[in-house]
Nanobody, 113 residues
Framework: QVQLVESGGGLVQPGGSLRLSCAAS????????MGWYRQAPGKERELVAS???????NYADSVEGRFTISRDNAKNTVFLQMNSLKPEDTAVYYC???????WGQGTQVTVSS
């Protein structure tokens, strides 16, 4: 059974940075693409960034140039480095392994002064 556990969320001021982590277990992690999604109150869940098994990355226009997705296959972990955070980045962030349609439990990110 695939399990995904996110960590690293919190409260940060506008312009600040956070690094989210998602640790995977129960599968050969390196074989699969991974994604980070977010859901703000009253809004639909949206794709923030994705990374293929080979390391190809893709970003939503709203985070391009500010967020970086990466993976460490030896540690079965995917990361989301978030810089220059804005209040509109406030949301619950989820990691997703599409092949198994598996979601993590989510981690709250709040950007506020």
């Amino acid at each position: 059974q695939v399990q995904l556990v996110e960590s690293g969320g919190g409260l940060v001021q506008p312009g600040g940075s956070l690094r989210l982590s998602c640790a995977a277990s129960g599968t050969i992690f390196s074989r699969y693409a991974m994604g980070w999604y977010r859901q703000a109150p009253g809004k639909e869940r949206e794709l923030v960034a994705s990374i293929s098994s080979g390391g190809t990355t893709n970003y939503a226009d709203s985070v391009e140039g500010r967020f970086t997705i990466s993976r460490d296959n030896a540690k079965n972990t995917v990361f989301l480095q978030m810089n220059s955070l804005k209040p509109e980045d406030t949301a619950v962030y989820y990691c997703y392994l599409s092949y198994f349609k598996s979601w993590g439990q989510g981690t709250q990110v709040t950007v506020s002064s």
